[in-house]
Nanobody, 115 residues
């Protein structure tokens, strides 16, 4: 059974930054495409960024220039860093792994940005 575990997101004032990670059991991450999503209260889950197995990334227009995704295959982790945070970034952030072994979700981590 594959498990994805996100580290604690946190609370920060507007204009601050946060970095959190997604870790997987086993070596699934090294060959997986890893999208990141977020879901704000009363809103649909939205894709904010993605990194493929080769390390290429793409991010949503809403966070472009502020969000960076990176991976460390040796540590079996994928990191998400968001800077210049805005109250509108408040949401639960989820990682996901798309691999030949299946499709897995993390449990989500709360990010709260105060104005």
């Amino acid at each position: 059974q594959v498990h994805l575990v996100e580290s604690v997101g946190g609370s920060v004032a507007a204009a601050g930054s946060l970095r959190f990670s997604c870790a997987a059991s086993g070596s699934i991450l090294s060959n997986a495409t890893m999208p990141w999503y977020r879901q704000a209260p009363a809103k649909q889950r939205e894709l904010v960024g993605i990194i493929n197995s080769g390390g290429s990334t793409d991010v949503a227009d809403s966070v472009k220039g502020r969000l960076t995704i990176s991976r460390d295959n040796a540590k079996n982790t994928v990191d998400l860093q968001v800077k210049s945070l805005e109250p509108e970034d408040t949401a639960v952030y989820y990682c996901r792994a798309l691999s030949a072994l299946g499709n897995y979700w993390g449990q989500g981590t709360q990010v709260t940005v105060s104005s």
